[in-house]
Nanobody, 115 residues
């Protein structure tokens, strides 16, 4: 059974940086998409950054130039480097992987940016 385990969230001051990690355990292969979503209180979950098997990426306009998504295929891990964090980046961040075996989600990790 595939599980995604996230780490790296926490509390940071505005302007600071955090790096989120999401590691897949179990037998997962042929991952077509790895992404990070976030959900702030009272808001819908939104895509923050996506990374395709083709190495194409897409980012939410609000994070372009500040966030970078990357992966380690050997470790089945996806990362989100977040720089120049703003209070409006505060949310629960979820990783997502889509593979022939299914569509998998992490449990979420809280990111809080203080002003």
């Amino acid at each position: 059974q595939v599980q995604l385990v996230e780490s790296g969230g926490g509390l940071v001051q505005a302007g600071g940086s955090l790096r989120l990690s999401c590691a897949a355990s179990g037998s997962i292969f042929g991952v077509a998409f790895m992404g990070w979503y976030r959900q702030a209180p009272g808001k819908q979950r939104e895509l923050v950054a996506g990374l395709y098997r083709t190495d194409n990426t897409n980012y939410a306009d609000s994070v372009k130039g500040r966030f970078t998504i990357s992966r380690d295929n050997l470790k089945n891990t996806v990362y989100l480097q977040m720089n120049s964090l703003k209070p409006e980046d505060t949310a629960v961040y979820y990783c997502n992987m889509r593979a022939p075996q299914g569509n998998f989600w992490g449990q979420g990790t809280q990111v809080t940016v203080s002003s």
